[in-house]
């Protein structure tokens, strides 16, 4: 007699912005990083915010359902306007969000479908397996290219990123102190 895995026995992690994030700062960058979780920093939105060792920014775009990956390619910080601030001038995409020198796109292979839409060429795309014992692992499926344009932040700025790393934990401590006192 074959044993047969009943499929709703398997447990499936829910995924969130910040359980992938987690994953992502400890696998991919192997923390050799400063990470900050939905940070504008840059004049866009970023769902991570990564300052790699040599001071350059990486923008991590998590996607937690195929709807929040589709809609990716429309956002401001992937084009500009060609004749200026005009309400109605030609808009043209760009191969890189503003002052980011790598941009990946992270999400459950689940999200991902082979061609679901447009993404930007030069961003990288890392999908989230399982192994057979539920432990997640990243797999890179395209490599990002660097943004040759993209300058190195200064010290000055680098700090200022780590002090809003630092309010967000406090933050985040203090809330979880409130939400265990009542």
Excluded at 16 to 25: A, P
Aim: proline share 7%; glycine share 6%.
């Amino acid at each position: 007699m074959t044993s047969r895995i009943d499929a709703e026995a398997i447990p499936v992690p829910k995924w969130t912005e910040r359980s992938i994030g987690g994953l992502v700062v400890r696998e991919l960058f192997q923390r050799r990083v400063l990470a900050v979780p939905n940070c504008s920093w840059t004049g866009y939105e970023c769902d991570l915010l990564v300052v790699e060792p040599g001071l350059r920014l990486i923008d991590v775009e998590i996607k937690i359902s195929r709807s929040d990956l589709l809609a990716d390619p429309r956002k401001d910080k992937w084009w500009r306007s060609a004749g200026g601030l005009w309400h109605g001038s030609a808009r043209q995409p760009r191969d890189w969000p503003p002052q980011v020198w790598k941009h990946y796109y992270v999400m459950p292979a689940a999200v991902w479908e082979d061609g679901c839409c447009m993404l930007p060429a030069k961003s990288g795309i890392v999908l989230i397996h399982e192994h057979r014992d539920g432990r997640p692992y990243l797999k890179v499926l395209r490599r990002c290219r660097v943004n040759p344009d993209a300058k190195p932040i200064d010290h000055v700025q680098a700090i200022n990123i780590a002090r809003l790393a630092g309010l967000r934990m406090w933050d985040a401590l203090r809330d979880l102190d409130r939400s265990r006192n009542g």
